[in-house]
């Protein structure tokens, strides 16, 4: 027959290695969820320099197309001079 000394026995190791169980599922749910996070902030990140790239692609295109107008319009009035001279 078992007796209370016994249970009493195997009580603390019961105990002890629960708690390592708990401590050890407590460490990978952070982990987990830590990992959730950086993958999510990557991607915002990810998704904030191509919106800049963006950006700075329509600006360049602006710019040149407006580089552009200004030479053609300077082509054209130096022909228009060059016809009165």
Do not use: K
């Amino acid at each position: 027959m078992t007796s209370i000394r016994d249970y009493r026995r195997l009580g603390r190791p019961i105990v002890i290695v629960t708690a390592g169980i708990l401590i050890a599922l407590t460490w990978i749910g952070a982990r987990s969820a830590i990992q959730s996070h950086h993958a999510a902030s990557q991607a915002r990140a990810e998704a904030a320099v191509v919106n800049e790239a963006l950006v700075f692609e329509s600006q360049v295109r602006r710019q040149l197309l407006a580089i552009d107008q200004y030479a053609s319009c300077c082509t054209i009035q130096s022909a228009d001079l060059a016809r009165y001279l």
